[in-house]
């Protein structure tokens, strides 16, 4: 396939898209898509917005063409409430979700925020599981990978900016283990494996940050972040935000994120390509690249075949 199209999605309801990450549905063959789904077309107070989002869903045959299939029930809270930043993953037959929550739609940031757990066997049906509890008031932004022993290590944001980790056996069971990441204020972490190497991207004023690992528990800043010049694209002359990478091979993989041209709030998904060069994560968001999901190349936690 060609050089994908510019931008790569935008909401049909709000045209807000935010935070997405990418799947496959080896059941129907589809590739799916979850994100948060900013009401950026609405009149809204302060940042009401960016609150009172639901989890949307767009799915496609090929990773280019995306179609709009509606928004996930996610049976928690009553009433309005918010939902940010879905995480989703695959162990042994069933998905799980951990998702960002804010009770209501406040018009300010400062709400407290939790992260929630729901899992699924088909991708649209998911169940609650349980409020994690890390013993801090606003935790928000999940991301989760495989430690080298088979347990499991999930990274967010806690109220301070700061990057935490928590630690579980089994995907349910989780125990904070301290902060990973500090320093300065950052978002939206996202670990996948390239060439190697463990990447975590982290979401800041400069772009996308990079750190490196080879153990999942130290970490190294890249001196180059990613994203944070404007791109030349449609759609594309802005910082991008709510990164995630699906690897698709050993030593490259693409990269999915937001924008938000013009510098408004309206907002819409673009992809790049990532690659490792001379041990350091790179990225060219203006230049072609041939862009072909394949189950094969995805990794297991993703929906796909490759370990």
């Not at 992260?115 to 609650?128: A, K, N």
């Amino acid at each position: 396939m060609a050089t994908p199209p510019a931008p790569l999605y935008r909401d049909p309801t709000f045209d807000g898209p935010a935070d997405p990450t990418v799947v496959k549905n080896a059941e129907t063959g589809r590739w799916f898509m979850y994100y948060t789904q900013r009401r950026a077309n609405r009149p809204a107070k302060g940042a009401e917005w960016a609150h009172g989002t639901d989890v949307a869903l767009a799915v496609s045959l090929d990773g280019a063409d995306w179609q709009f299939k509606g928004t996930v029930s996610l049976d928690y809270g009553e009433g309005r409430n918010t939902f940010w930043a879905p995480e989703v993953i695959f162990e042994g037959g069933r998905w799980h979700m951990y998702v960002s929550y804010v009770e209501g739609c406040p018009s300010d940031w400062n709400s407290p925020a939790q992260l929630l757990h729901f899992t699924s066997v088909d991708l649209e049906e998911w169940t609650f599981q349980s409020v994690m509890d890390f013993g801090q008031e606003r935790c928000t932004d999940a991301t989760v990978a495989k430690l080298p022993d088979g347990t499991w290590r999930l990274w967010y944001r806690n109220e301070a900016g700061a990057i935490y980790a928590a630690d579980s056996p089994d995907l349910y069971d989780w125990k904070c283990t301290g902060v990973v990441i500090s320093g300065r204020v950052q978002s939206a972490p996202n670990v996948f494996s390239l060439r190697g190497t463990y990447w975590m991207l982290t979401d800041s004023p400069s772009g996308q940050l990079v750190y490196r690992s080879t153990d999942l528990t130290e970490w190294h800043q890249q001196p180059m972040p990613l994203l944070s010049t404007p791109g030349r694209r449609s759609f594309d002359e802005a910082l991008g935000h709510g990164a995630m990478v699906l690897p698709q091979g050993p030593d490259s993989g693409f990269l999915y994120y937001f924008t938000q041209p013009g510098g408004g709030i309206r907002s819409v998904i673009q992809v790049a390509r990532v690659f490792v060069r001379d041990g350091w994560l790179r990225c060219d968001r203006d230049a072609p690249f041939k862009y072909m999901l394949t189950a094969a190349n995805t990794p297991v936690v993703r929906g796909g075949k490759s370990a």
